[in-house]
């Protein structure tokens, strides 16, 4: 995977939009294009809740980036990739092909590394979190003992053409130098920020915190007093924000003050994979369409 769109001659490196290297659920490969129109002239860039980092990847990049995940395998999986890319490189060549779900059941195995925080084991951390993700089911990768049985190796694909992807993940290595990464809550990422700041947050969906601890799409917690949170500390900040969300009354509500936010609905269309009854997979035939949608919300 490369670069996407057409790329004029005199386009600097740091511009070229690219694809997240991930599979990620509520990542924004798909709607980044949507919500690049949105967004306003800044030299500081935040990304509060990094996740897969669809938007980052795709629109250009500003003269101070700041990109930030509490959960600590993709921490170390972006900073692997910035810090240590050849290191991470070898060790994904070094990954048994022949037997993808006995490699898969290896890195389940290693809960130290899913243990480790901070700055150990940085490169292992990295490819455990990656061949999961590229193998696990629907991308999730859950760290949580009490909901590991939900990382069960459904997705041998996910680790074919190994050169093209380890090209395309050397592009968004070249892409984060000189970028901040790092493993905070959200809050502290919002201290020192200006009105030449733009703070991007996709938080986990609001839906997500009222769901029973086995169906959450991420890991840890966010409870209801985090969104409302998010949001006084997004009102009180300098910076500009763009918010994205689940459209739900509660998150509609949250944001129901016009003269401080703008709600934009958002819809596209695209190949639901998960939709296809067993007999379309045995045919091969096309996925149908899906309808995926969400609130954007922009700060005044």
Request: glycine share 6%.
């Amino acid at each position: 995977m490369g670069p996407i769109g057409p790329i004029g001659p005199r386009m600097p490196p740091s511009h070229y939009p690219l694809r997240s290297p991930l599979r990620y659920p509520g990542g924004k490969c798909r709607v980044a294009r949507l919500l690049a129109p949105y967004i306003p002239p800044h030299e500081e860039y935040r990304e509060i809740f990094f996740g897969g980092g669809g938007l980052f990847f795709h629109k250009p990049k500003a003269k101070r980036n700041w990109i930030n995940d509490l959960h600590p395998g993709l921490y170390a999986f972006w900073k692997t990739l910035r810090d240590h890319f050849d290191e991470f490189e070898a060790l994904c060549r070094e990954q048994d092909a022949s037997d993808l779900r006995a490699t898969f059941q290896k890195w389940i195995d290693r809960r130290d590394l899913m243990a480790a925080m901070g700055d150990d084991a940085l490169v292992e951390r990295a490819v455990q979190y990656y061949f999961i993700n590229r193998t696990v089911w629907t991308g999730r990768v859950v760290y949580d003992p009490a909901r590991r049985s939900r990382l069960y190796f459904s997705n041998p694909e996910g680790w074919g053409n190994l050169d093209k992807k380890l090209a395309h993940l050397r592009a968004c290595s070249e892409k984060l130098q000189g970028v901040k990464i790092t493993n905070l809550p959200f809050e502290q990422c919002l201290e020192g920020a200006t009105p030449d700041t733009l703070v991007y947050a996709d938080p986990p969906y609001y839906r997500d915190s009222l769901d029973v601890p086995t169906s959450k799409l991420y890991e840890g917690h966010f409870p209801i007093k985090a969104h409302t949170l998010l949001r006084d500390r997004l009102a009180s900040s300098p910076a500009r924000a763009m918010v994205s969300y689940d459209d739900r009354p509660e998150v509609r509500k949250l944001y129901a003050d016009r003269q401080m936010w703008r709600i934009v609905p958002l819809e596209w269309k695209y190949c639901g994979r998960f939709s296809q009854t067993k007999e379309q997979r045995v045919e091969r035939e096309q996925a149908p369409k899906v309808t995926g949608s969400e609130l954007l919300i922009v700060s005044r």
